[in-house]
């Protein structure tokens, strides 16, 4: 038999506000309804200040929370031209970033966008020089791309070498209690297959917005398919042409949503999108895409 009417009424009453009320804010988990934080960084190489001191000083004119600063060049040497490593110059860059209450974000091995991951003699020296400053400075986490030489998807060869190196990264990683970033030419199914082969918690990906923007892949699916464990932190830019708040296949709002979802908090560390008819005023480029970040990351 049906309900009376008066019942049906009410039962149907009740279960669309149920329903409501499965929708509503703090009817979610607690998990979601977290505040999440984000830190806004810049690239020390970026702003034409490669481990110079005065990259602070212009870190915090620019209005950033923090820095990446570079391992210095490689080219053809046995490991980093780190002047970090002498103790009297870190400890100036420690001071000063105490000074300025600046964090230093993540350290940055980028001598190897050029050169090989995969073939160079010397990678466990030049891993572990990072390793050993990022402890000397209190850093956890590094930077690693695999660059044109290390490209997956044009040198699909070199893969079981890359593995082997990024395993036995991954072991001085964790024994440093640190991670290690990666950023690769593979899409995120790739990276989470890639992250799998590896096997070390260490061994994370250093997701890049432009990365799939390029390449015209979904960047919200690609983060989703990554998910919150896989990324260690974010170069949180594209390429360059035009800022982030004139950028129109790079909608930042939705980003934030999609990140909201995950349940990802972290750096957002700014590489690139500067104004192409004004590439090289450091301050108004990195300035206005640090201001529009903050507006979106971290607005109250």
Excluded at 75 to 96: H, S
Excluded at 111 to 136: E, H, I, N, W
Excluded at 144 to 151: C, E, F, H, I, R
Aim: aromatic share 6%; hydrophobic share 40%; charged share 25%.
């Amino acid at each position: 038999m049906h309900p009376n009417p008066l019942n049906r009424r009410e039962f149907l009453k009740a279960g669309s506000l149920l329903t409501a009320g499965l929708l509503l804010p703090w009817a979610t988990s607690s998990a979601s309804s977290k505040k999440l934080t984000y830190k806004i960084a810049v690239v020390d190489l970026m702003i034409l200040k490669r481990q110079k001191l005065g990259a602070l000083q212009l870190t915090k004119d620019i209005g950033a929370d923090g820095v990446e600063i570079d391992m210095g060049g490689l080219g053809q040497r046995e490991t980093f031209d780190n002047q970090l490593a002498k103790p009297e110059i870190r400890q100036q860059f420690l001071d000063k970033a105490k000074e300025l209450n600046l964090e230093i974000c993540s350290l940055a091995m980028t001598g190897f966008y050029a050169q090989s991951f995969a073939t160079r003699p010397t990678y466990q020296r030049m891993v572990q020089d990072c390793l050993d400053t990022m402890k000397a400075m209190n850093v956890k986490v590094a930077f690693l791309p695999l660059g044109t030489q290390g490209d997956l998807v044009k040198n699909p060869e070199l893969r079981p070498a890359i593995v082997e190196r990024l395993k036995v990264v991954g072991k001085m990683a964790q024994k440093a209690g640190v991670v290690v970033g990666i950023e690769t030419s593979l899409d995120a199914k790739g990276e989470v297959e890639l992250l799998r082969e590896i096997g070390s918690r260490h061994i994370q990906i250093y997701f890049n917005f432009s990365n799939p923007l390029k390449e015209g892949r979904d960047l919200h699916q690609e983060l989703k398919i990554l998910g919150r464990k896989r990324i260690c932190q974010m170069h949180a830019t594209d390429e360059d042409g035009v800022w982030l708040e004139n950028n129109t296949r790079l909608d930042m709002r939705k980003v934030k949503q999609t990140l909201a979802e995950m349940g990802w908090e972290g750096w957002l560390v700014i590489e690139r999108s500067r104004d192409a008819n004004d590439a090289r005023n450091v301050k108004r480029n990195f300035g206005a895409n640090t201001a529009y970040l903050k507006s979106i990351f971290q607005a109250s």
